[in-house]
C-alpha cells in the first residue's frame, strides 16, 4: 500500500506541471470571439449621440454604424464594442492577433482602432475599403506592456470630423482574438 501511495504522489508531481500548461491553453483559447452586441455609438464630449447611430444585427451577426457630423459637433465619432474586463495579457505576450472583417462607405478611408486597458487607450490608425476586408492586428502593435493588458475593456472605432466629414457608414463583424 505504501509503494502504491508512494507511486501516487510521484505521478502527481509530474503532472502537475502539464495540468498548468493546459490550463493556460484552455484559458488562452478560450473566449476567442467577441461579442458585438455590446456596442454602442458616442460622439465624444457630447450627451447626445445623435451624430452616432449604432445597431447591431442579431441575423447577420453585424454592427451597423451611421455618422453623420451634421447632426453633432463632436470632432470624434466611435463605434465602442465593450468587452467586459477581458484578461488579454498572456494573448498579448503570445502576440496574438486582434481580428474582425469591415467595410465603410466611399467617404472614410481610413480609421483609428482604439483599445481601453487598464490605465490609457492605445490606438493605430487602418486604411479603409467599400468592400469586405479581413483586419488582423497583433496586440503588441498597439504598444503598451503586459500588465496594462490585463484588462481590455473596450475596443473602438474611431472617425475624426475633420477627416470624414460630412460622415459615412461602417460595417463591422467576426471579431476575435487569435
Same mark, same amino acid.
Not at 447577420?60 to 453623420?68: A, F, L, M, N, V
Given at each position: 500500500?505504501?509503494?502504491?501511495?508512494? &507511486?501516487?504522489?510521484? &505521478?502527481? !508531481? *509530474?503532472?502537475?506541471?502539464?495540468?498548468?500548461?493546459?490550463?493556460? $491553453?484552455?484559458?488562452?483559447?478560450?473566449?476567442?470571439?467577441?461579442?458585438?452586441?455590446?456596442?454602442? +455609438?458616442?460622439?465624444? +464630449?457630447?450627451?447626445?449621440?445623435?451624430?452616432? $447611430?449604432?445597431?447591431?444585427?442579431?441575423?447577420?451577426?453585424?454592427?451597423? %454604424?451611421?455618422?453623420?457630423?451634421?447632426? !453633432?459637433?463632436?470632432?470624434?465619432?466611435?463605434? =465602442?464594442?465593450?468587452?467586459?474586463?477581458?484578461?488579454?495579457?498572456?494573448?498579448?505576450? *503570445?502576440?496574438?492577433?486582434?481580428?474582425?472583417?469591415?467595410? !465603410? %462607405?466611399?467617404?472614410?478611408?481610413?480609421?483609428?482602432?482604439?483599445?481601453?486597458?487598464?490605465?490609457?487607450?492605445?490606438?493605430?490608425?487602418?486604411? !479603409?475599403?467599400?468592400?469586405?476586408?479581413?483586419?488582423?492586428?497583433?496586440?503588441?502593435? &498597439? +504598444?503598451? =506592456?503586459? +500588465?496594462?493588458?490585463?484588462?481590455? %475593456?473596450?475596443?473602438?472605432?474611431?472617425?475624426?470630423?475633420?477627416?470624414? &466629414?460630412?460622415?459615412?457608414?461602417?460595417?463591422?463583424?467576426?471579431?476575435?482574438?487569435?
Amino acid at each position: 500500500m505504501n509503494n502504491f501511495k508512494l &507511486f501516487l504522489d510521484i &505521478f502527481s !508531481t *509530474l503532472l502537475s506541471p502539464i495540468i498548468e500548461i493546459l490550463r493556460w $491553453i484552455r484559458d488562452i483559447c478560450k473566449n476567442r470571439q467577441i461579442n458585438l452586441k455590446n456596442c454602442e +455609438g458616442f460622439c465624444i +464630449g457630447e450627451d447626445k449621440s445623435d451624430g452616432c $447611430i449604432v445597431k447591431f444585427d442579431n441575423i447577420t451577426k453585424e454592427i451597423y %454604424s451611421r455618422i453623420d457630423y451634421n447632426k !453633432t459637433e463632436a470632432e470624434i465619432c466611435s463605434v =465602442v464594442i465593450f468587452t467586459g474586463e477581458l484578461d488579454a495579457s498572456k494573448k498579448y505576450r *503570445l502576440k496574438k492577433h486582434l481580428c474582425f472583417e469591415l467595410k !465603410t %462607405s466611399d467617404l472614410i478611408s481610413k480609421i483609428e482602432v482604439e483599445c481601453r486597458l487598464i490605465k490609457r487607450d492605445l490606438r493605430l490608425d487602418i486604411a !479603409t475599403l467599400s468592400d469586405w476586408k479581413k483586419y488582423s492586428i497583433a496586440l503588441p502593435e &498597439f +504598444g503598451g =506592456v503586459v +500588465g496594462e493588458w490585463k484588462c481590455l %475593456s473596450e475596443i473602438k472605432f474611431l472617425m475624426r470630423r475633420s477627416e470624414h &466629414f460630412p460622415g459615412g457608414e461602417i460595417w463591422l463583424r467576426d471579431m476575435f482574438i487569435e
